[in-house]
T-cell receptor, first 114, second 113 residues
Framework: DADVTQTPRNRITKTGKRIMLECSQTKGHDRMYWYRQDPGLGLRLIYYSFDVKDINKGEISDGYSVSRQAQAKFSLSLESAIPNQTALYFC?????????????FGQGTRLTVV | GNSVTQMEGPVTLSEEAFLTINCTYTATGYPSLFWYVQYPGEGLQLLLKATKADDKGSNKGFEATYRKETTSFHLEKGSVQVSDSAVYFCALSDAGSNYKLTFGKGTLLTVNP
């Protein structure tokens, strides 16, 4: 089983619908992240959480919300999906703050908003 | 704030050619530097890293040296294979950003037989 699991892997939804992307991890890491990948733009940070009670906005949080239900679970919601939220979404985890810490990524969720 | 600039792709090479992907960075502190690789249909995985100046990271025939004087961390491989075809991301993290990763835009490498 993968260390970082994202569900669903692919999703097509209609404009205006609410959708939730889920992420679970077995790494035992405190830190979890949601990124968005768009062609030519690399990865941009949407939200991050350093522990269950600590949630922070990233560089592109507008239109998104998150919930850290447990140390191992971090979900991303689009309250009212719009077409420019069509992208590849990645969840990642890392260990506590220290230099050189590696991030571990899920396989991604491809979201299409029509 | 922190930023990473890497050479724009796509890069297309023949098998056994030499690869260089340039990466330069701006950081307020003393960052750790990373190269991540994304194979088709997969998430990112760490390829190599360096945590202080003059360190050389290496893995799978790839290497990169942390050059503080030129704020660079260029990725090199002496002889690429078709299986190296992927997107490569340069990234950094430092204490000033609470060790969050800042990524470059990625470079698509295609290696032809």
């Amino acid at each position: 089983d993968a260390d970082v699991t994202q569900t669903p892997r692919n999703r097509i939804t209609k404009t205006g619908k609410r959708i939730m992307l889920e992420c679970s991890q077995t790494k035992g890491h405190d830190r979890m992240y949601w990124y968005r990948q768009d062609p030519g733009l690399g990865l941009r940070l949407i939200y991050y959480s350093f522990d269950v009670k600590d949630i922070n906005k990233g560089e592109i949080s507008d239109g998104y919300s998150v919930s850290r239900q447990a140390q191992a679970k971090f979900s991303l919601s689009l309250e009212s999906a719009i077409p420019n939220q069509t992208a590849l979404y990645f969840c990642a985890t890392s260990d506590r703050d220290r230099g050189g810490t590696e991030a571990f990524f899920g396989q991604g969720t491809r979201l299409t908003v029509v | 704030g922190n930023s990473v600039t890497q050479m724009e792709g796509p890069v297309t090479l023949s098998e056994e050619a030499f690869l260089t992907i340039n990466c330069t960075y701006t950081a307020t502190g003393y960052p750790s530097l990373f190269w991540y690789v994304q194979y088709p249909g997969e998430g990112l995985q760490l390829l190599l890293k360096a945590t202080k100046a003059d360190d050389k990271g290496s893995n799978k025939g790839f290497e990169a040296t942390y050059r503080k004087e030129t704020t660079s961390f260029h990725l090199e491989k002496g002889s690429v294979q078709v299986s190296d075809s992927a997107v490569y991301f340069c990234a950094l993290s430092d204490a000033g950003s609470n060790y969050k990763l800042t990524f470059g835009k990625g470079t698509l490498l295609t290696v032809n037989p």
